[in-house]
Structures are given as C-alpha cells and as structure tokens.
C-alpha cells in the first residue's frame, strides 16, 4: 500500500496508532508499579546490573545470554547508586548464594526495592513501545492504513504483551527482536537487497541471539530468505549475505563487549563438566579452543541445546507431567488469548489464503508464527505462554489485512467487526491490572484459569503486594500463607506462618503442624501442588470456596472447624 503513509488517512492512522501506544506505555508502567517481583525478575535484575556495571556475565549464563537482561539492569546502572558484591558465587556453583542475594540485591539495598523494580521493568517497557511501531510499520507496508491501525490496537491492548512488557524478564526482549529481524528478513525480498538492510537485518539478528535462545530459529530462515535471493538475484546475492553473517558475528560479539570472558577479578570459570555426558561436546570445546564466540554465549547455548530434552514439573488441566504436553500451548494459547482475536484470526487466515495475490504476505507473518509454536511444542518445558509470547506480533500483523476483505453483506460484516473490537476493548480493560492472569471466557475467565494453567500463566509470585493489600482492607493482622514465588513477605510487611512453599528462602513462624483457624492465602500453583512432593498437599482447600483472590493468583480461605492439625511438614518436599 504504497504512499498511503504520506495522505492524511496515513496522518490520522499514524495519530491513532501513537495514541493507542502512549496507552500501552502508560497501562504496562502502571502494572508495573502495582505487582511485585516475580519469581525470575531478581536474577535477571542482579545479572543484567553486574553486566552493565562490571562486564560480570558468568554470574547467570546457564540459559541465557546477557542482552535480555542487561536491558533490565541498564536503568539501574545508570540512574542509581546501588551496593553490589561482587564476590556473590554464581548460579550453578558449589555453595552459590545467587538467588538469595539477588533478592536482598533487590530489596535492601540503598534504594528502595520498588524503586529499582519499576526501572528495571521500564526497558522493557520502552522496548515493547518500540516493537509496537514495527508492528504498525509493517501491517501498514501489507495492508494499509486501516489494516495497520487495527494490528496496533490489538497489540497495543493484549494482556499477553502487557503481562510480559512489565516485567523484567527476557521474554519481551526476544520477542521484539525477532519480529524486528523478520521484518528486516522480509524487507530483504519485498525491497530489495540494500546494504543498509543487510546491516540493519544483522544487527537485528545480533540483538535477538543475544536476548534469548529462541532466536536460533532465525537461521532457518534466514536460509530460506538467502535461498530465494540467489533464486532472483543469482551471484550478485552472495556479497550480500556474506554481509549479513559478518554483521551479525561482529554485533553479537560487540553485545559481549569483544571479550571471550569478563576480565572481572572475581571472574569464576564455567562449569563445562555439566554437559561432559552429551555428544554435542567435542564441537563445544573446538568453539571454545578457536574463541569463536564469547564463552558465556557458547555456554548458554549449550545448555539450552543439550538441556532441550530434560522437562520440568508441569500441569495442564489436573494433570502433571515432567516431559511435558505436545498440546501444551496450543491449549494455553486457545484459553489465554482473547476470542475476538481468535475469531478474526481465523477470519484473516481464511480470506488471505483463499486468493494467491497476497499469499505470500500472509506467509511471511504466519510460518514464523507456526515455526516457533511448533519448536517450543517439540521441547519439554510447559511452564508458561511467555515461551510462545513472540507469535503474537505476527499474529496481530496480519489479522490487519481484515480491513480488506469483501463479503457478499458488508453492513452484517461491520457489525460483527465493531462488536469483535468492542468485545476485545472490554476484556482488555476488565483484567487490569492482572494481564499476566488473563484466560478468555471459553473456561469462565481469569477466576477459573487456575484449573488449566498455573506457574507463569498465572501465579508468578506477583501478587504479595496486593496481599497486603488485601489484609489491611479485611483487617487481618496474621495469615498462613503458602506462596509460590521467589521474594519474602516480609518485605511487604506481611506477618504469616509459614506453610510448606515454593519457595520462600528464609520462611518466620514455621511450624510442624497448622491448626486449621483464622485465615490462610494459598498461591494457586501451591494449591495444585506442582511442585511439592505430596501434589494433593492443599487437596482440602480445593472443596473450599475462597472467601476472596488476589490478582486471580492468590486464593483467601477464612476456616472454620476442621482436623485437629492440618499437615506435617515431612509431606512437603521442601
């Protein structure tokens, strides 16, 4: 749709499409303010800073390579004057303190805790504005500006994105930058080889591989892209891709500030002897012997490429695996995306492919799309929607091409339309500000989600702030609290006793056995067990009405008589 960008539909398109992001800026900063840390943000925070800060990216490499979270530590690092030790011993070593200092680095450091949250969670916030535009950009090059308003609207309000913008995590990161990337890839044969796109495409490549493993599956890609280039363009192709690969080396060791390890003096060597079982190592250690790429990148991929097969402790609709569900996020995508997005998905889908004219537009939305569902489908960890979070940018591109379909009744069409939107409108303003607890109203809503998804889709250790809250307002002065998630109530001025948790590292008032009086908040991944050894721990709690939630993610029960004693603690698997 070419000059519509410069006519004064493209004016008010681009007005809308600011307006409805400084909107996404403003819901995403506020649910940032309102929840507290999740479960991983501390260690992501404490990594990212130590980066920044020292160069230190040996702290946390496990899975993960430094980008992702060095945008969640940058702010920090700049704008604050925080206490750091560098002598805490990293994830992974004998005796590590990681993860509890990670949280004392959060909340009793010189500034207060909320303080430094909320501008760790502000680069991802700013990042996910940015990618906000590149979904504008690139709806409007397929569809025009109708189509391109609509693909932002629908970005702009997802729970999905919101949930995942305003956290510090690096979800967000990989999934900018993936859709960044294909866009480039795209521009590469719609556009024509530049070598200003050959950059741009590489640097784009660079920073996603550097955010999160999921960007490996650019490669493919990237071949096929490099394929039909040599097709069109014959030998004159080749330069330019020999471009591309060179720019992404180069930014991606750039990313790692040109340094096969940190120089830091507290520098602690990686524990290679973890995957000295697999056959991937011999290629490993050549990489290594050559310093072919900085050694906490190699690191990281390793252990995301050899640790592909080991699951973790999962449950999807009261079951429980440890491999995982082939099924797994098509069900959590089907009951945790909105139904108007469903529907004119479909839609979309149906009218583009049903004509060869713009098919491959739509194919270069969708395959990326279905590449990353069926790879994160294929992999044994089913702990949250977050792992599929970059499919929706692709998926919001190209229900933009809506817009231009023709049916036989356009008045029936457009009622349907601006009831789809006003439905979607409403469901994105109920939720707030529990995004991260959002199912859509094929299982009854969010109060229901807890009966099909738990862990990230829902109960992520963000709601003790809203605790709190909630005790001050009920006028409850002590609570039995069974908490899932990595922070301490204490730092929320929360009194408890401490039930069996995953997991509180310095729990107060714990006892042998709980008498079942007064009142008791259970976390609903504690109530479903997943990661306790006794899974039916909570099981009595299940028959219970709550008399109150919290976030959708906490559960209130005020009891009555019961058992003399309710558990032990050898039962817990803590």
Sequence with gaps: MKGEGCSKKGFLAGTLAALLLVIFFGAASSVALKKNNTWD????ILSGYAYIKKGMDW???????????AISGALPAALLDLDFDESVIPEGAPNSNFFPYSLKFLYENTVDGGKILFLSRLGNIVLASLLGIFVFVWSRELWGNKGAALSVFLYALCPNIIANASIATTDLPITAFFFISLYFIYSLD??????????????????ALASKHTALLLAPVTFVSFSIALRREGKKALPYY?????????????????????????YEPLNWGVFSSSSLMPVFDLLRAWRLLPEAY??????????ASTGRAAFLMGEYSNTGWW????????????????????????????????????????????FVFTAMSLQKVNIGIRHILPVYPFIFTLIGFVPLIRTRSARVAKTVFAFLIAWYAYSAASIYPHQLAYFNEF???????YKYLVDSN???GQDLKGLKKYMDENHIDKIKLAYFGLSDPKYFGIDYEYLPSYAILEPVNVKDRVEPKGFFAVSATMLQGVYLADRDYYKVFKSLEPVGNVGYSIFIYNLGAGPKYFGNRENTGK
Excluded: C, Q
């Excluded at 741009?200 to 920073?207: C, D, F």
């Excluded at 690969?245 to 040109?258: E, I, M, R």
């Excluded at 190699?298 to 640790?307: E, I, K």
């Design 41 to 44: 943000e501390s260690a992501h």
């Design 59 to 69: 702290l946390s490499p496990l899975n993960h390579p430094v980008l992702g979270r």
């Design 190 to 207: 719609a556009k024509g080889l530049k070598l200003w796109r050959i950059v741009a495409t590489g640097v784009a490549m660079a920073l």
């Design 242 to 266: 020999a471009i591309l690969v060179f720019t992404v080396y180069l930014s991606l060791w750039a990313v790692y500030g040109f340094r096969f390890h940190s120089g830091s003096p507290n």
């Design 298 to 307: 190699l690191y990281s991929v390793a252990g995301v490429v050899m640790g």
């Design 327 to 370: 099924y797994y996020f098509i069900v959590a995508f089907l009951i945790k995306t909105p139904i108007p997005v469903l529907i004119l998905l479909v839609a979309s889908a149906l009218y583009l492919f049903a004509g060869r004219e713009r098919l491959k537009y739509g194919l270069w939305l969708l395959l990326p799309a279905l």
């Design 443 to 449: 299982i009854g809503g969010p109060k229901n989600g």
């Design 458 to 460: 829902l109960d992520w």
